[in-house]
C-alpha cells in the first residue's frame, strides 16, 4: 500500500453542505435522484467516512492540515500555501 506524504482536510458539516447544494443553479447528476431526507442521509454518511479518514491517516502518521471552511478564505490560502511551503519538497 502507497500512503500519500501528506494531505488536506477541507472540514465542513453536512447541514452546510445540504445548504450549499440547495442553493446551486444546477445540482450534481449524483443528487439529483434524492430527495432532501435522503440525500442529508448521504452527505452525513460522507462526512463521517472523510472523518474516519483522515483520523486512520493521523494514526498512522501522515502529516496533514486540516482547513476549516467556516474560516474567511485567505486565511485558509495562506495556511495551505504555509503548510505545502513546509511539507512539499
Avoid: A, C, W
Avoid at 452527505?43 to 471552511?69: A, H, P, R
Avoid at 495551505?80 to 519538497?89: A, E, M, P, Q, R
Amino acid at each position: 500500500m502507497i500512503l500519500p506524504n501528506g494531505f488536506i482536510y477541507v472540514k465542513l458539516n453536512s447541514e452546510e453542505i445540504l445548504k450549499r447544494l440547495k442553493n446551486r443553479d444546477r445540482i450534481t447528476h449524483d443528487h439529483v435522484r434524492f430527495n432532501e431526507k435522503e440525500l442529508k442521509k448521504k452527505i452525513e454518511k460522507q462526512v463521517e467516512y472523510l472523518e474516519l479518514s483522515y483520523s486512520k491517516l493521523q494514526v498512522i502518521g501522515v502529516k496533514g492540515l486540516v482547513v476549516d471552511s467556516f474560516l474567511p478564505i485567505n486565511h485558509n490560502i495562506n495556511k495551505i500555501n504555509d503548510y505545502l511551503t513546509k511539507n512539499i519538497s
